[in-house]
Protein backbone atom coordinates (compact mmCIF):
# COMPACT_ATOMS: atom_id res chain seq x y z
CA UNK A 1 0.00 0.00 0.00
CA UNK A 2 1.25 3.47 -1.21
CA UNK A 3 0.49 6.82 0.30
CA UNK A 4 2.32 9.19 -1.58
CA UNK A 5 0.03 12.22 -1.50
CA UNK A 6 -3.37 12.94 -2.78
CA UNK A 7 -3.17 10.13 -4.62
CA UNK A 8 -2.63 6.48 -2.86
CA UNK A 9 -2.56 2.95 -4.06
CA UNK A 10 -3.18 -0.36 -3.05
CA UNK A 11 -2.28 -4.07 -4.06
CA UNK A 12 -3.05 -7.81 -2.71
CA UNK A 13 -0.83 -10.29 -3.96
CA UNK A 14 -1.04 -14.18 -3.29
CA UNK A 15 1.81 -16.14 -2.10
CA UNK A 16 3.27 -16.77 -5.24
CA UNK A 17 3.55 -13.06 -5.73
CA UNK A 18 0.65 -12.47 -8.11
CA UNK A 19 -1.14 -9.32 -8.21
CA UNK A 20 -4.65 -10.14 -7.35
CA UNK A 21 -6.29 -6.80 -7.26
CA UNK A 22 -4.85 -3.42 -7.58
CA UNK A 23 -6.22 0.05 -6.69
CA UNK A 24 -5.48 3.83 -7.25
CA UNK A 25 -7.89 5.73 -4.82
CA UNK A 26 -8.04 9.70 -4.32
CA UNK A 27 -7.04 10.06 -1.02
CA UNK A 28 -4.50 10.59 1.19
CA UNK A 29 -5.56 8.67 4.32
CA UNK A 30 -4.94 5.25 5.28
CA UNK A 31 -8.52 4.53 6.05
CA UNK A 32 -9.27 5.40 2.86
CA UNK A 33 -7.58 3.28 0.96
CA UNK A 34 -8.16 0.06 2.91
CA UNK A 35 -11.38 0.43 2.77
CA UNK A 36 -10.77 0.39 -0.99
CA UNK A 37 -9.12 -2.50 -1.41
CA UNK A 38 -10.53 -4.82 0.83
CA UNK A 39 -13.81 -3.55 -1.04
CA UNK A 40 -11.72 -4.65 -4.40
CA UNK A 41 -10.68 -7.68 -3.05
CA UNK A 42 -13.84 -8.91 -1.64
CA UNK A 43 -15.25 -10.63 -4.97
CA UNK A 44 -12.28 -12.52 -5.26
CA UNK A 45 -12.93 -14.23 -2.22
CA UNK A 46 -10.25 -11.93 0.05
CA UNK A 47 -11.46 -10.97 3.33
CA UNK A 48 -9.62 -9.03 6.08
CA UNK A 49 -9.38 -12.64 8.26
CA UNK A 50 -7.35 -13.85 5.51
CA UNK A 51 -4.49 -11.05 4.86
CA UNK A 52 -1.08 -12.16 6.21
CA UNK A 53 0.62 -8.50 6.14
CA UNK A 54 -0.10 -4.86 5.75
CA UNK A 55 3.12 -3.31 4.02
CA UNK A 56 2.71 0.59 3.86
CA UNK A 57 4.96 2.71 1.31
CA UNK A 58 4.56 6.04 3.21
CA UNK A 59 5.90 9.44 1.69
CA UNK A 60 4.79 11.63 4.76
CA UNK A 61 4.36 10.56 8.54
CA UNK A 62 3.73 14.05 8.60
CA UNK A 63 7.24 14.88 10.88
CA UNK A 64 8.80 13.34 7.64
CA UNK A 65 7.44 15.26 4.97
CA UNK A 66 10.38 18.03 4.78
CA UNK A 67 12.89 15.97 5.60
CA UNK A 68 13.51 15.12 1.27
CA UNK A 69 13.79 18.47 0.18
CA UNK A 70 16.12 21.52 0.41
CA UNK A 71 17.79 23.61 3.39
CA UNK A 72 15.65 25.43 5.27
CA UNK A 73 12.20 23.05 5.34
CA UNK A 74 13.25 21.92 8.23
CA UNK A 75 10.74 25.31 9.65
CA UNK A 76 7.75 22.83 8.19
CA UNK A 77 8.55 20.01 10.82
CA UNK A 78 5.78 19.99 13.55
CA UNK A 79 7.08 21.36 17.02
CA UNK A 80 7.18 17.40 18.63
CA UNK A 81 10.27 16.54 17.67
CA UNK A 82 12.45 14.76 20.43
CA UNK A 83 15.14 17.16 22.21
CA UNK A 84 18.30 15.21 22.06
CA UNK A 85 21.35 15.29 23.71
CA UNK A 86 24.38 14.15 21.47
CA UNK A 87 27.30 12.70 22.55
CA UNK A 88 30.75 12.18 20.68
CA UNK A 89 33.13 9.56 21.88
CA UNK A 90 36.39 10.74 20.53
CA UNK A 91 37.92 13.40 22.45
CA UNK A 92 40.60 13.95 19.98
CA UNK A 93 38.30 14.91 17.32
CA UNK A 94 37.09 18.07 18.30
CA UNK A 95 38.87 19.65 15.10
CA UNK A 96 35.01 19.27 14.02
CA UNK A 97 32.91 19.14 17.03
CA UNK A 98 29.43 18.20 16.83
CA UNK A 99 26.85 19.44 15.14
CA UNK A 100 29.29 22.21 12.53
CA UNK A 101 28.07 21.36 9.92
CA UNK A 102 24.36 21.85 10.89
CA UNK A 103 22.16 25.00 10.14
CA UNK A 104 22.51 26.76 13.10
CA UNK A 105 18.15 27.56 13.48
CA UNK A 106 18.08 23.89 13.29
CA UNK A 107 20.71 22.45 15.76
CA UNK A 108 19.34 25.20 18.27
CA UNK A 109 15.52 23.46 18.16
CA UNK A 110 16.61 19.95 18.20
CA UNK A 111 20.09 19.68 20.19
CA UNK A 112 19.77 20.63 23.90
CA UNK A 113 23.30 19.78 24.87
CA UNK A 114 26.41 17.43 23.35
CA UNK A 115 29.76 16.37 24.60
CA UNK A 116 32.59 15.32 23.23
CA UNK A 117 34.83 12.76 26.01
CA UNK A 118 37.06 10.67 25.32
CA UNK A 119 36.81 7.01 24.12
CA UNK A 120 36.10 4.88 20.63
CA UNK A 121 38.25 2.58 18.89
CA UNK A 122 41.31 2.41 16.59
CA UNK A 123 41.31 -0.07 13.50
CA UNK A 124 42.22 -2.50 15.29
CA UNK A 125 39.53 -2.98 17.37
CA UNK A 126 41.59 -1.69 20.42
CA UNK A 127 40.84 1.48 22.47
CA UNK A 128 41.04 5.09 20.57
CA UNK A 129 41.31 6.71 24.38
CA UNK A 130 39.60 5.24 27.47
CA UNK A 131 36.35 5.44 28.42
CA UNK A 132 35.30 8.47 30.44
CA UNK A 133 32.71 7.09 32.68
CA UNK A 134 33.27 9.95 34.97
CA UNK A 135 32.25 12.40 32.03
CA UNK A 136 29.39 10.56 31.26
CA UNK A 137 27.93 10.48 34.72
CA UNK A 138 28.22 14.16 35.15
CA UNK A 139 26.98 14.76 31.65
CA UNK A 140 23.75 12.19 32.13
CA UNK A 141 23.07 14.26 35.56
CA UNK A 142 23.08 17.51 33.38
CA UNK A 143 20.64 16.43 30.79
CA UNK A 144 18.53 14.10 32.97
CA UNK A 145 14.49 15.38 32.63
CA UNK A 146 15.61 17.39 29.62
CA UNK A 147 15.77 15.39 27.15
CA UNK A 148 13.90 12.99 24.91
CA UNK A 149 16.54 10.73 23.57
CA UNK A 150 20.38 10.34 23.96
CA UNK A 151 22.67 10.39 20.58
CA UNK A 152 25.55 8.23 21.27
CA UNK A 153 28.79 8.25 18.38
CA UNK A 154 31.98 6.65 18.95
CA UNK A 155 35.33 7.29 16.47
CA UNK A 156 35.33 3.66 14.62
CA UNK A 157 32.08 2.26 16.50
CA UNK A 158 32.01 0.02 13.06
CA UNK A 159 34.70 -1.83 14.14
CA UNK A 160 33.81 -2.57 17.62
CA UNK A 161 30.84 -0.62 18.75
CA UNK A 162 31.98 -1.80 22.56
CA UNK A 163 32.54 1.72 23.73
CA UNK A 164 29.31 2.77 22.67
CA UNK A 165 27.49 -0.30 24.10
CA UNK A 166 29.20 1.08 27.73
CA UNK A 167 28.22 4.57 27.10
CA UNK A 168 24.66 3.86 26.79
CA UNK A 169 24.38 1.98 29.73
CA UNK A 170 26.04 4.82 31.94
CA UNK A 171 23.22 6.62 30.74
CA UNK A 172 20.87 4.62 31.09
CA UNK A 173 21.38 3.38 34.73
CA UNK A 174 21.68 7.11 35.70
CA UNK A 175 18.81 8.53 33.46
CA UNK A 176 16.20 5.49 34.43
CA UNK A 177 13.96 4.45 31.47
CA UNK A 178 12.98 7.54 30.37
CA UNK A 179 13.93 8.67 27.33
CA UNK A 180 15.68 6.94 24.00
CA UNK A 181 19.29 5.76 23.37
CA UNK A 182 20.42 5.32 20.01
CA UNK A 183 23.56 4.36 19.11
CA UNK A 184 25.54 5.33 15.59
CA UNK A 185 26.97 1.93 14.89
CA UNK A 186 23.73 0.54 14.42
CA UNK A 187 23.25 3.46 11.88
CA UNK A 188 26.38 1.87 9.51
CA UNK A 189 28.72 4.39 7.82
CA UNK A 190 32.50 5.36 8.13
CA UNK A 191 32.52 8.42 8.60
CA UNK A 192 32.33 9.72 11.71
CA UNK A 193 30.53 13.01 10.97
CA UNK A 194 28.06 11.68 8.52
CA UNK A 195 27.17 9.01 11.35
CA UNK A 196 26.86 11.36 13.90
CA UNK A 197 24.27 13.16 11.97
CA UNK A 198 22.23 10.79 10.83
CA UNK A 199 21.89 9.00 14.51
CA UNK A 200 21.45 12.66 15.95
CA UNK A 201 18.68 13.10 13.11
CA UNK A 202 17.22 9.41 13.84
CA UNK A 203 16.64 10.40 17.55
CA UNK A 204 14.87 13.44 17.25
CA UNK A 205 12.61 11.77 14.78
CA UNK A 206 11.73 8.21 16.80
CA UNK A 207 9.17 9.19 18.85
CA UNK A 208 7.21 11.40 16.56
CA UNK A 209 6.90 8.89 13.75
CA UNK A 210 6.30 6.29 15.79
CA UNK A 211 3.33 8.05 17.21
CA UNK A 212 1.93 8.23 13.84
CA UNK A 213 3.05 5.04 12.73
CA UNK A 214 0.73 3.70 15.75
CA UNK A 215 -2.06 5.72 13.46
CA UNK A 216 -1.35 3.60 10.96
CA UNK A 217 -1.25 0.32 13.31
CA UNK A 218 -5.04 1.53 14.46
CA UNK A 219 -6.11 1.74 10.99
CA UNK A 220 -5.44 -1.46 10.05
CA UNK A 221 -6.62 -2.82 13.34
CA UNK A 222 -9.96 -1.44 12.84
CA UNK A 223 -10.83 -3.22 10.08
CA UNK A 224 -10.38 -6.47 11.18
CA UNK A 225 -6.86 -7.11 10.26
CA UNK A 226 -5.12 -6.90 13.63
CA UNK A 227 -3.97 -10.40 12.76
CA UNK A 228 -1.91 -9.58 10.06
CA UNK A 229 1.69 -7.80 11.47
CA UNK A 230 2.52 -4.15 9.97
CA UNK A 231 5.69 -3.42 7.63
CA UNK A 232 6.48 -0.71 6.59
CA UNK A 233 8.62 -0.35 3.22
CA UNK A 234 12.44 1.68 2.93
CA UNK A 235 14.33 3.29 0.79
CA UNK A 236 16.36 0.70 -0.53
CA UNK A 237 12.58 -0.70 -1.12
CA UNK A 238 12.61 -3.56 1.01
CA UNK A 239 10.84 -3.50 4.29
CA UNK A 240 10.89 -3.92 8.22
CA UNK A 241 8.05 -4.33 11.18
CA UNK A 242 6.43 -1.61 11.96
CA UNK A 243 8.33 -1.31 15.55
CA UNK A 244 11.86 -1.84 13.86
CA UNK A 245 11.22 0.43 11.45
CA UNK A 246 10.28 3.29 13.36
CA UNK A 247 13.46 2.73 15.41
CA UNK A 248 15.33 3.92 11.78
CA UNK A 249 13.17 6.68 10.46
CA UNK A 250 15.41 8.17 8.19
CA UNK A 251 15.31 4.56 6.06
CA UNK A 252 11.97 5.42 5.25
CA UNK A 253 12.51 8.70 3.01
CA UNK A 254 12.26 7.62 -0.69
CA UNK A 255 10.36 4.73 0.42
CA UNK A 256 7.59 5.26 -2.30
CA UNK A 257 10.30 5.79 -4.84
CA UNK A 258 12.04 3.07 -4.12
CA UNK A 259 8.82 0.81 -4.25
CA UNK A 260 7.59 1.93 -7.35
CA UNK A 261 11.07 1.26 -9.05
CA UNK A 262 10.92 -2.50 -7.39
CA UNK A 263 7.16 -2.34 -8.57
CA UNK A 264 8.22 -1.87 -12.05
CA UNK A 265 10.19 -4.36 -12.49
CA UNK A 266 7.51 -6.82 -11.05
CA UNK A 267 4.88 -5.82 -13.30
CA UNK A 268 6.81 -5.72 -16.34
CA UNK A 269 9.33 -8.72 -15.72
CA UNK A 270 12.19 -6.61 -16.22
CA UNK A 271 15.60 -6.45 -14.05
CA UNK A 272 17.46 -3.67 -16.26
CA UNK A 273 15.71 -1.04 -17.12
CA UNK A 274 14.82 2.73 -16.81
CA UNK A 275 11.62 3.78 -14.77
CA UNK A 276 9.84 7.33 -15.30
CA UNK A 277 7.78 8.48 -11.92
CA UNK A 278 4.91 9.86 -12.86
CA UNK A 279 2.44 12.45 -11.61
CA UNK A 280 -1.56 13.05 -11.74
CA UNK A 281 -1.08 15.22 -14.82
CA UNK A 282 0.53 12.62 -17.08
CA UNK A 283 4.35 14.12 -16.43
CA UNK A 284 7.49 12.75 -15.90
CA UNK A 285 8.82 13.83 -12.51
CA UNK A 286 12.26 11.40 -12.81
CA UNK A 287 13.96 9.08 -13.95
CA UNK A 288 15.63 5.95 -11.78
CA UNK A 289 17.42 3.16 -12.87
CA UNK A 290 16.41 -0.16 -12.23
CA UNK A 291 19.72 -2.67 -11.77
CA UNK A 292 19.08 -6.19 -11.01
CA UNK A 293 15.33 -5.45 -10.15
CA UNK A 294 16.28 -2.86 -7.56
CA UNK A 295 16.70 0.59 -7.62
CA UNK A 296 20.28 2.43 -8.30
CA UNK A 297 21.12 4.16 -4.70
CA UNK A 298 22.70 7.16 -4.12
CA UNK A 299 26.47 7.18 -3.53
CA UNK A 300 28.54 9.28 -0.81
CA UNK A 301 27.46 12.28 1.25
CA UNK A 302 23.49 12.32 0.89
CA UNK A 303 22.41 16.19 2.67
CA UNK A 304 19.28 15.49 4.40
CA UNK A 305 18.02 19.56 4.90
CA UNK A 306 21.72 20.41 4.32
CA UNK A 307 23.00 17.83 7.00
CA UNK A 308 25.67 15.91 5.20
CA UNK A 309 24.39 11.71 6.39
CA UNK A 310 25.51 8.46 5.32
CA UNK A 311 21.98 7.82 4.06
CA UNK A 312 21.70 6.39 0.89
CA UNK A 313 18.04 6.99 -1.15
CA UNK A 314 17.13 6.16 -4.95
CA UNK A 315 19.39 8.12 -7.26
CA UNK A 316 16.40 9.62 -8.96
CA UNK A 317 16.85 12.16 -11.98
CA UNK A 318 14.36 14.88 -12.32
CA UNK A 319 13.60 16.08 -15.37
CA UNK A 320 14.92 19.47 -16.68
CA UNK A 321 15.25 20.10 -20.28
CA UNK A 322 13.10 16.32 -21.12
CA UNK A 323 12.59 13.30 -20.45
CA UNK A 324 14.85 12.13 -22.75
CA UNK A 325 17.89 14.40 -21.13
CA UNK A 326 16.97 12.24 -17.87
CA UNK A 327 17.51 9.30 -19.68
CA UNK A 328 20.51 10.09 -20.82
CA UNK A 329 21.84 11.03 -17.19
CA UNK A 330 20.09 8.31 -15.45
CA UNK A 331 22.34 5.55 -17.42
CA UNK A 332 25.97 4.74 -16.43
CA UNK A 333 26.58 2.72 -19.43
CA UNK A 334 25.86 3.62 -23.30
CA UNK A 335 23.64 1.08 -24.08
CA UNK A 336 19.94 1.28 -24.76
CA UNK A 337 17.36 0.22 -21.97
CA UNK A 338 13.84 -0.34 -21.99
CA UNK A 339 11.68 2.70 -20.15
CA UNK A 340 8.88 1.43 -17.88
CA UNK A 341 6.29 4.45 -17.14
CA UNK A 342 4.49 4.12 -13.66
CA UNK A 343 2.85 6.16 -11.46
CA UNK A 344 -0.70 7.85 -11.40
CA UNK A 345 -0.04 9.66 -14.72
CA UNK A 346 1.55 6.76 -16.56
CA UNK A 347 -0.91 6.15 -19.10
CA UNK A 348 -1.72 9.61 -20.23
CA UNK A 349 2.49 10.25 -20.59
CA UNK A 350 2.21 6.79 -22.76
CA UNK A 351 -0.96 8.30 -24.45
CA UNK A 352 0.65 11.55 -25.27
CA UNK A 353 3.33 10.22 -27.07
CA UNK A 354 3.43 10.31 -31.00
CA UNK A 355 2.23 6.99 -32.59
CA UNK A 356 5.24 6.27 -33.56
CA UNK A 357 7.44 6.43 -30.47
CA UNK A 358 4.45 4.31 -28.42
CA UNK A 359 5.99 0.69 -27.95
CA UNK A 360 8.97 1.66 -29.66
CA UNK A 361 11.24 4.08 -28.24
CA UNK A 362 12.12 7.34 -27.10
CA UNK A 363 16.39 8.57 -27.82
CA UNK A 364 17.86 6.13 -25.12
CA UNK A 365 15.65 3.33 -24.82
CA UNK A 366 14.81 0.23 -26.63
CA UNK A 367 10.93 1.02 -25.91
CA UNK A 368 8.34 2.49 -24.26
CA UNK A 369 5.65 0.65 -22.24
CA UNK A 370 3.13 1.23 -19.20
CA UNK A 371 2.53 -2.23 -17.55
CA UNK A 372 -0.38 -3.29 -16.29
CA UNK A 373 -1.56 -1.86 -13.10
CA UNK A 374 1.64 1.00 -13.53
CA UNK A 375 -0.61 3.07 -11.38
CA UNK A 376 -0.25 1.07 -8.57
CA UNK A 377 3.08 0.18 -9.07
CA UNK A 378 4.38 1.41 -5.77
CA UNK A 379 2.13 -0.68 -3.67
CA UNK A 380 2.94 -3.81 -5.64
CA UNK A 381 6.87 -3.20 -4.92
CA UNK A 382 6.00 -2.53 -1.35
CA UNK A 383 3.83 -5.89 -0.91
CA UNK A 384 6.44 -7.82 -2.55
CA UNK A 385 9.29 -6.67 -0.83
CA UNK A 386 11.97 -8.30 1.24
CA UNK A 387 12.76 -8.13 4.67
CA UNK A 388 16.70 -7.04 4.51
CA UNK A 389 18.99 -6.99 7.16
CA UNK A 390 22.71 -5.60 7.18
CA UNK A 391 25.95 -5.73 8.61
CA UNK A 392 29.75 -3.70 8.13
CA UNK A 393 32.23 -4.14 9.97
CA UNK A 394 35.52 -2.74 9.02
CA UNK A 395 38.91 -5.52 9.25
CA UNK A 396 42.25 -5.59 8.62
CA UNK A 397 42.96 -8.18 6.17
CA UNK A 398 46.06 -9.45 8.31
CA UNK A 399 43.94 -9.97 11.39
CA UNK A 400 44.32 -13.47 12.36
CA UNK A 401 40.80 -13.70 13.66
CA UNK A 402 40.18 -12.84 10.02
CA UNK A 403 37.56 -16.30 9.10
CA UNK A 404 35.91 -15.92 12.43
CA UNK A 405 35.45 -12.21 12.25
CA UNK A 406 33.63 -13.36 8.89
CA UNK A 407 31.32 -15.47 10.22
CA UNK A 408 30.30 -13.05 12.84
CA UNK A 409 29.89 -10.58 10.15
CA UNK A 410 27.17 -13.28 8.18
CA UNK A 411 25.59 -13.96 11.62
CA UNK A 412 24.67 -10.26 12.57
CA UNK A 413 23.76 -9.90 9.22
CA UNK A 414 20.54 -12.43 9.34
CA UNK A 415 20.19 -12.12 13.31
CA UNK A 416 19.32 -7.92 11.93
CA UNK A 417 17.34 -9.17 9.10
CA UNK A 418 15.12 -11.37 11.82
CA UNK A 419 14.92 -8.35 13.77
CA UNK A 420 13.54 -6.33 10.82
CA UNK A 421 11.12 -9.28 10.65
CA UNK A 422 12.13 -11.78 7.76
CA UNK A 423 11.08 -15.54 8.69
CA UNK A 424 14.07 -17.03 10.67
CA UNK A 425 13.61 -20.28 8.67
CA UNK A 426 14.10 -18.36 5.17
CA UNK A 427 16.73 -15.84 5.52
CA UNK A 428 19.60 -15.87 3.19
CA UNK A 429 22.66 -14.29 2.32
CA UNK A 430 21.80 -11.78 -0.77
CA UNK A 431 25.22 -10.09 -0.51
CA UNK A 432 29.13 -10.20 0.49
CA UNK A 433 30.98 -7.47 -0.20
CA UNK A 434 34.99 -6.43 1.17
CA UNK A 435 35.77 -3.26 -0.34
CA UNK A 436 39.54 -2.16 0.43
CA UNK A 437 39.70 1.25 2.09
CA UNK A 438 42.74 3.47 0.98
CA UNK A 439 45.46 5.71 2.80
CA UNK A 440 45.93 2.97 5.28
CA UNK A 441 49.15 1.30 6.46
CA UNK A 442 47.90 -2.25 6.65
CA UNK A 443 45.39 -3.51 3.70
CA UNK A 444 42.25 -2.82 5.40
CA UNK A 445 38.56 -3.50 4.06
CA UNK A 446 35.16 -2.65 4.84
CA UNK A 447 32.68 -5.82 5.08
CA UNK A 448 29.42 -5.61 4.01
CA UNK A 449 26.61 -8.40 4.13
CA UNK A 450 23.08 -8.23 3.59
CA UNK A 451 20.85 -10.90 4.71
CA UNK A 452 17.48 -11.60 3.71
CA UNK A 453 14.44 -13.40 2.90
CA UNK A 454 10.33 -13.23 3.10
CA UNK A 455 8.45 -11.53 6.12
CA UNK A 456 7.17 -13.60 8.96
CA UNK A 457 3.85 -15.44 9.37
CA UNK A 458 2.05 -16.10 12.30
CA UNK A 459 3.21 -13.06 14.21
CA UNK A 460 1.28 -9.89 16.11
CA UNK A 461 3.14 -7.31 17.82
CA UNK A 462 2.15 -6.39 21.11
CA UNK A 463 -0.43 -3.82 20.47
CA UNK A 464 -1.98 -5.70 17.79
CA UNK A 465 -2.50 -8.66 20.11
CA UNK A 466 -3.99 -6.40 22.86
CA UNK A 467 -6.74 -4.98 20.53
CA UNK A 468 -7.27 -8.73 19.98
CA UNK A 469 -7.68 -9.68 23.11
CA UNK A 470 -9.81 -6.67 24.42
CA UNK A 471 -12.15 -7.22 21.61
CA UNK A 472 -12.03 -10.53 22.44
CA UNK A 473 -12.99 -10.01 26.31
CA UNK A 474 -15.62 -7.32 25.00
CA UNK A 475 -17.73 -10.07 23.87
Known sequence: MALPGSRSAAAVLDHDGRVVVAVEHETETAESVLDAVLDAARPHGITA???????????????????????????????????????????????????????????????????????????????????????????????????????????????????????????????????????SHEYGGLGLVERENATIMQAALTAPVAEEAAKLLTAVNQRGLSRAEVFLARSDGTIATLDNAVTHPLSLLGATDATSVVGAALLSDEQDALVGLTKVDGTVRAVCALTDGRPRMTVGHTKVTGVPTGLSIPALVPIHASVEEAIDRAKDAPGDLPLLLVGPGARTFVQSLSPRIVGTALAGTVRVESPVDAEAAAAVGAAAAPVVGEARRIVPLNSPHLDEIRAAVREAARASAMRAGADPAKVALVCVEEKPLAYLSDPTVMMRVRAGGPPRAGWMSGKAKAAVHAREDAR
Open 49 to 183: SKIDHVVFAVTDLRVMDALAAATGYWRGWPGRLAKVAAVRLGAATTSVPPLTLWPPEMRDRVVVASTCLSGGAMLDGSDYEPLDIEGLLAFARQISGTVGAVAITGVFSSVTPRHELAAAEVIREEMGASGAILL
